[in-house]
């Protein structure tokens, strides 16, 4: 009897990560030119840990473990509707204009979430912000719940970048 339990337990968890790995990787990819030199947006995106100083989805950002703009160092989003998401910074390059962060926890409908965002000279009085973000939903089932599916996810991540971005444009022309 206890080995029928474990074969179903592990078929069980078996055809659960068999449905994890089949949900397809989505790919958002964000971008916008800004009518001011590459420097000036940087210094606006830069700070991993003031988010809300350009995205007026987020009311607060507090670092809550690690030190700001440091590989490993975490952040805690609170949105305007008082939802959280918790990220991690992975990568931070100031000399490329560059970052990486993950989601590890939160209200998006996301699951394994990597986005990077990057500030290019276009001109001497110009640049371009790409934001680009990697992720699966968050319900990995078969068959996920309507406003649970990829066109969800994909909707809710290009709002999220598309506002963001266009507040950027706005605050640093």
Same mark, same amino acid.
């Given at each position: 009897?206890?080995?029928?339990?474990?074969? *179903?337990?592990l078929l069980l968890s078996a055809t659960f990560? #068999?449905? #994890?790995?089949?949900?397809?990787?989505?790919?958002?990819? !964000?971008?916008?030119?800004?009518?001011?030199?590459?420097?000036?947006?940087?210094?606006?995106?830069?700070?991993?840990?003031?988010?809300?100083?350009?995205?007026?989805?987020?009311?607060?950002?507090?670092?809550?473990?690690?030190?700001?703009?440091?590989?490993g160092a975490e952040r805690l989003l609170t949105?305007?509707?008082?939802?959280?998401?918790? !990220? &991690?910074?992975?990568?931070?390059?100031?000399?490329?204009?560059?970052?990486?962060?993950?989601?590890?926890?939160?209200?998006?409908?996301?699951?394994?979430?990597?986005?990077?965002?990057?500030?290019?000279?276009?001109?001497?009085?110009?640049? *371009?912000?790409?934001w680009k973000g990697d992720f699966k939903r968050?319900?990995? *089932? #078969?068959?996920?719940?309507?406003?649970?599916?990829? @066109?969800? #996810?994909?909707?809710?991540?290009?709002?999220?970048?598309? @506002?963001?971005?266009?507040?950027? &444009?706005?605050?640093?022309?």
């Amino acid at each position: 009897m206890k080995h029928r339990l474990l074969i *179903s337990a592990l078929l069980l968890s078996a055809t659960f990560n #068999a449905f #994890a790995d089949n949900a397809k990787i989505l790919t958002v990819n !964000e971008e916008v030119v800004i009518n001011a030199p590459a420097d000036k947006v940087w210094e606006k995106v830069s700070q991993f840990n003031d988010l809300g100083a350009w995205h007026p989805a987020v009311k607060k950002t507090e670092i809550i473990r690690g030190e700001n703009n440091k590989v490993g160092a975490e952040r805690l989003l609170t949105l305007q509707d008082d939802g959280t998401i918790k !990220e &991690k910074l992975l990568s931070y390059n100031a000399k490329a204009k560059s970052f990486k962060y993950s989601i590890i926890e939160g209200v998006l409908p996301v699951s394994n979430y990597v986005s990077s965002v990057t500030v290019k000279a276009t001109g001497e009085n110009t640049s *371009s912000v790409i934001w680009k973000g990697d992720f699966k939903r968050k319900d990995l *089932s #078969a068959n996920p719940a309507e406003g649970k599916d990829d @066109g969800t #996810a994909v909707k809710v991540i290009t709002s999220v970048y598309q @506002g963001g971005l266009e507040n950027l &444009k706005k605050i640093t022309e």
